[in-house]
């Protein structure tokens, strides 16, 4: 079965944002908007998880995540129940007429929860911490050299 976030999704949703005409992408900024809104602190965290979730399960960083099944099951059962609250309760109408306007409105949408999502995570000041902490391991000398031109 085919989703609409399935693999290339992004990359053919960010190819044509730049094609379509203006009404189709209002109608999508709508949609997306409306989803946005319909989130709450704690729902956002509930996205932000699934997505740590999902990016620990990469075969190359997934020994540093230690998730077990069942967290996993719950935080996938979680967000479908969010998503499909989202879809035909919350924005049901903005659903229809971006979808009308686009096939891949969902997905475009979509883009924008998970932006939110991420700047859940991002504004967190133990996570701005662990993002610059590599800071103190560069030689700031040698790249500010190489900027200046000497």
């Known amino acids: 079965m085919?989703?609409?976030?399935?693999?290339?999704?992004?990359?053919?949703?960010l190819a044509l944002v730049g094609v379509l005409p203006a009404p189709?992408?209002?109608?999508?900024?709508?949609?997306?908007?409306?989803?946005?809104?319909?989130?709450d602190g704690k729902e956002r965290k509930a996205l932000a998880k699934w997505i740590f979730f999902a990016m620990a399960a990469h075969p190359e960083i997934e020994e540093y995540g230690q998730i077990s099944a069942a967290a996993r099951s719950e935080s996938?059962?979680?967000?479908g129940n969010l998503i499909t609250r989202m879809l035909t309760e919350d924005c049901a109408q903005q659903l229809l007429v971006a979808h009308k306007a686009d096939p891949?409105?969902?997905q475009k949408a979509f883009e924008l929860v998970g932006q939110v999502a991420m700047q859940e995570l991002m504004t967190n000041q133990a996570v701005m911490l662990a993002i610059t902490r590599y800071t103190s391991h560069t030689d700031q000398a040698k790249i500010g050299a190489l900027l200046s031109g000497d």
């Open 104 to 106: 891949l409105a969902v």
């Open 76 to 79: 996938d059962q979680e967000v």
């Open 24 to 39: 189709v992408l209002a109608d999508v900024q709508k949609f997306g908007t409306c989803l946005v809104d319909s989130l």
């Open 2 to 13: 085919k989703h609409w976030w399935s693999k290339g999704a992004l990359a053919a949703s």
